[in-house]
């Protein structure tokens, strides 16, 4: 059996229809009972109708500024192996 991993998109889409459908209430519940783990938490939940009762309807993520929460492992490591060799080229 194939099993379906929601994206952030997917859960955003379903949270505007239980809006619609007045199911706020009952739509982190639900939305754990499908997709265990994988569900958006209660509070986003929360942020997300708080959003739609505001008109907000766009579910993609906005434009951030600055370093993404995500940066490559391997660049922050270089990062810091160049920092150590600038600080031990001026010791000696």
Not at 13 to 34: D, M, Q, T, W
Not at 41 to 52: D, H, P, Y
Request: charge should be negative; glycine fraction near 4%; hydrophobic fraction near 40%.
């Amino acid at each position: 059996m194939l099993s379906f991993e929601p994206n952030k998109h997917h859960l955003r889409e379903l949270l505007i229809y239980f809006f619609n459908l007045k199911k706020s209430a009952e739509a982190h519940r639900l939305l754990v009972e499908a997709y265990g783990d994988a569900a958006l938490s209660e509070r986003s939940c929360r942020e997300w109708f708080q959003k739609f009762e505001n008109g907000e309807f766009e579910v993609e993520d906005k434009e951030r500024s600055g370093r993404p929460k995500n940066a490559p492992t391997i660049i922050l490591g270089m990062t810091k192996l160049f920092s150590c060799m600038i600080m031990l080229d001026h010791m000696f």
